[in-house]
T-cell receptor
Framework: GQQVMQIPQYQHVQEGEDFTTYCNSSTTLSNIQWYKQRPGGHPVFLIQ?????EVKKQKRLTFQFGEAKKNSSLHITATQTTDVGTYFC????????????FGEGTQLTVNP | NAGVTQTPKFRILKIGQSMTLQCTQDMNHNYMYWYRQDPGMGLKLIYYSVGAGITDKGEVPNGYNVSRSTTEDFPLRLELAAPSQTSVYFCASRFTSGGYNEQFFGPGTRLTVL
């Protein structure tokens, strides 16, 4: 079945440093979504990428979808304490219909 | 709009007991999902539904059952609870098509089986 791998599992940064998490799928994806989960909270949708090579920005967050539509990344510039949480990618295969496969997540901690 | 609501928030079960986790959404979403999240892990799909009367298995359906008699409600039934079912359970829903396919998650039910 489809697998979505995410690295690193944990990342500790000083406030102001940059952060990147990477997501790789074993199969080609029709789209990929990113979610953020605050400690003790539930996943909250951040963005969806659909096109090969797509890049989208949300303030300090930059999302990329690979040319082969099998990998993606999330980059945060100048992290803030409010960025703390776990970031998940979730991929949808062409053949998986309405189902998403979630990566294991990257847990980000930010030291003030 | 309350969004996706789940009850109870917390529950402790003894091995072999049964319970139903409730999930309701008021956004008129056709698609609904049940996930479990073990500590420090990602989300695993248990069951999902594409509309009232239609359900299908996800990655980890064993030990669970679902029903979808209305658009709003998607309860998850645990029969003969086992310690391996200790987890946080999230219900989610989304629109059928068009625009973003984002899933809206409920606050979760934290279940411990002792």
């Amino acid at each position: 079945g489809q697998q979505v791998m995410q690295i690193p599992q944990y990342q500790h940064v000083q406030e102001g440093e940059d952060f990147t998490t990477y997501c790789n799928s074993s199969t080609t994806l029709s789209n990929i979504q990113w979610y953020k989960q605050r400690p003790g909270g539930h996943p909250v949708f951040l963005i969806q990428l659909v096109k090969s090579g797509e890049v989208k920005k949300q303030k300090r967050l930059t999302f990329q979808f690979g040319e082969a539509k099998k990998n993606s990344s999330l980059h945060i510039t100048a992290t803030q304490t409010t960025d703390v949480g776990t970031y998940f990618c979730a991929g949808r295969q062409e053949t998986s219909g309405s189902r998403l496969t979630f990566g294991e997540g990257t847990q980000l901690t930010v030291n003030p | 709009n309350a969004g996706v609501t789940q009850t109870p928030k917390f529950r402790i079960l003894k091995i072999g007991q049964s319970m139903t986790l409730q999930c309701t959404q008021d956004m008129n979403h056709n698609y609904m999902y049940w996930y479990r999240q073990d500590p420090g892990m990602g989300l695993k799909l248990i069951y999902y539904s594409v509309g009232a009367g239609i359900t299908d298995k996800g990655e980890v359906p064993n030990g669970y059952n679902v029903s979808r008699s209305t658009t709003e409600d998607f309860p998850l039934r645990l029969e003969l609870a086992a310690p391996s079912q200790t987890s946080v359970y999230f219900c989610a829903s989304r629109f059928t098509s068009g625009g973003y396919n984002e899933q809206f998650f409920g606050p979760g039910t934290r279940l411990t089986v002792l």
